[in-house]
T-cell receptor
Framework: GQNIDQPTEMTATEGAIVQINCTYQTSGFNGLFWYQQHAGEAPTFLSYNVLDGLEEKGRFSSFLSRSKGYSYLLLKELQMKDSASYLCAVMDSNYQLIWGAGTKLIIKP | DTAVSQTPKYLVTQMGNDKSIKCEQNLGHDTMYWYKQDSKKFLKIMFSYNNKELIINETVPNRFSPKSPDKAHLNLHINSLELGDSAVYFC?????????????????FGPGTRLTVL
């Protein structure tokens, strides 16, 4: 079956750095997405990786290793507004997005 | 301007009723989707439409039916509502589908409709 694994919850301190990992097992691979979802709101797009390596976008970076079925989202200079769930999603061979359950990130002052 | 909009935002109804949720996107995208997010926060694809053609239909009950009057709209009709239908339903759209993993597959979500069946 297809599976996306992420930690359920993480806690970090304001101003620090946090890395959220995602491992996947899917039938085919056509890219990996990271979304941010604040409580009671819609998921919003953060990043897209289809080739191995690191993609940097401001305070957020996303890394992909296709051979390991692994990605991480790196958040730097954490702010209180970064408290949210972070969803990892993989597009499989049918171009269907397979979603992880999300990682709830709690930022403490 | 809202890119993907849904109405209503909240919907409370009795078991057995029939209801509809509307979705509109003004992004000029070719593909629209409906997702269900349950209490465990899993996003589960229900339907997607590409150029008014249903291309993905997950194993959802046939009480759920998508209707697309044009490329910018994808409405969700639900008949004979059940308690287990209570969830948040998200509409989304993407520029393309199946572009060999291009970033044009990025999906943009509407604000969600919280459905509560009593």
């Amino acid at each position: 079956g297809q599976n996306i694994d992420q930690p359920t919850e993480m806690t970090a301190t304001e101003g620090a750095i946090v890395q959220i990992n995602c491992t996947y097992q899917t039938s085919g691979f056509n890219g990996l997405f990271w979304y941010q979802q604040h409580a009671g709101e819609a998921p919003t797009f953060l990043s897209y990786n289809v080739l191995d390596g690191l993609e940097e976008k401001g305070r957020f970076s996303s890394f992909l290793s296709r051979s390991k079925g692994y990605s991480y989202l790196l958040l730097k200079e954490l702010q209180m507004k970064d408290s949210a769930s972070y969803l990892c999603a993989v597009m499989d061979s049918n171009y269907q997005l397979i979603w992880g359950a999300g990682t709830k990130l709690i930022i403490k002052p | 301007d809202t890119a993907v909009s849904q109405t209503p935002k909240y919907l409370v109804t009795q078991m057995g009723n029939d209801k509809s949720i509307k979705c509109e996107q003004n992004l000029g995208h070719d593909t629209m989707y409906w997702y269900k997010q349950d209490s465990k926060k899993f996003l589960k694809i229900m339907f997607s439409y590409n150029n008014k053609e249903l291309i993905i239909n997950e194993t959802v009950p046939n009480r759920f039916s998508p209707k697309s009057p044009d490329k910018a709209h994808l409405n969700l009709h639900i008949n004979s509502l059940e308690l287990g239908d209570s969830a948040v339903y998200f509409c989304a759209s993407s520029q393309d589908l199946g572009s060999w993993g291009a970033s044009t597959d990025t999906q943009y979500f509407g604000p969600g409709t919280r459905l509560t069946v009593l």
